[in-house]
């Protein structure tokens, strides 16, 4: 695991995108875990900007999201299937089916549950293949005046392998 701590999101933006662009790079059919809310917000802002720029390109990877909202219709804009859409899928050059969520509007959780880790098996699995990358972001407050924020990035990846 590697942890970088770096004094703004933008900072974080890059390093991350330059993890996840060497990533692809040598692998890609990368399986990408996804996380939604605001903190990942100028990682997929700064993934979009390279793609736009040719740099990088998502046409052979897949992702997962880390989550779903239940209860909510499968069309509102804060369900995190739409959520990835609008600030990362649609973006760029992932394939179409190619980001993959729990669906929860089937009616029986249960299932939906069961057939996401199946999809997720089947993909290469979370954390056990060196194909598979996660990304969290976590921003910590500090209330100690000596910093409003600090940024932390966590990479965690396989146990058989490693960035260089």
């Not at 875990?33 to 100028?42: D, K, Q, R």
């Not at 249960?110 to 290469?124: E, F, L, V």
Request: some cysteine.
């Amino acid at each position: 695991m590697r942890i970088a701590i770096l004094p703004t999101p933008e900072d974080i933006a890059v390093v991350a995108a330059d993890r996840i662009q060497s990533l692809l790079e040598r692998k890609p059919s990368a399986v990408l875990g996804l996380a939604t809310g605001s903190t990942p917000l100028p990682l997929y802002d700064e993934l979009t900007k390279r793609y736009e720029a040719g740099e990088i390109s998502f046409a052979n990877t897949q992702s997962f999201n880390l989550d779903e909202y239940v209860g909510l219709p499968e069309d509102h804009p804060e369900g995190y299937a739409n959520f990835i859409h609008r600030f990362l899928v649609d973006r760029v050059d992932f394939p179409k089916g190619a980001a993959h969520g729990p669906n929860v509007w089937t009616g029986d959780n249960d299932q939906a549950a069961a057939d996401y880790d199946k999809a997720i098996r089947d993909a290469g699995g979370i954390g056990k293949f060196p194909e598979v990358l996660i990304v969290f972001l976590f921003m910590l407050s500090i209330f100690l005046n000596i910093s409003p924020f600090i940024s932390c990035i966590i990479f965690w990846i396989s146990l058989h392998w490693a960035l260089p």
